[in-house]
């Protein structure tokens, strides 16, 4: 009901406080401050910079890009390890003394 006020002021605690939010952590003192869960932090600069979420969005693209690279070789290193086995098992099998 205050917030076309003027003199309305909305802080983190408050907004705990009254929400009674789940990820978001208000700290007093020294080393205090506001902690919030990631995906919430990264959703609240977001709203705030249009720029901040298009260089979230190309990060992760490039971080999946670059999973997927290690995972594609990591696997097809651990096929041919395996059919190198079989491979070889089968020669020594069938071969003709």
């Known amino acids: 009901m205050?917030?076309?006020l003027t003199s309305f002021v909305l802080s983190p605690g408050k907004w705990v406080?009254?929400?009674?939010?789940?990820?978001?952590?208000v700290k007093g003192g020294r080393?205090?401050?506001?902690y919030a869960h990631k995906d919430i932090?990264?959703?609240?600069?977001?709203?705030?910079?249009?720029?901040?979420?298009l260089y979230l969005i190309k990060e992760f693209q490039r971080l999946k890009d670059e999973e997927q690279k290690q995972l594609?070789?990591?696997i097809r290193r651990n096929l041919t390890k395996i059919n190198y086995r079989i491979h070889t098992d089968a020669i020594k099998?069938?071969?003709i003394p």
């Open 2 to 4: 205050n917030a076309g």
């Open 17 to 25: 406080e009254t929400t009674s939010a789940i990820g978001i952590f």
């Open 31 to 34: 080393y205090g401050g506001t």
């Open 41 to 53: 932090a990264f959703e609240f600069c977001s709203a705030i910079s249009p720029i901040f979420k």
């Open 72 to 74: 594609g070789w990591d």
């Open 93 to 95: 099998a069938n071969l």
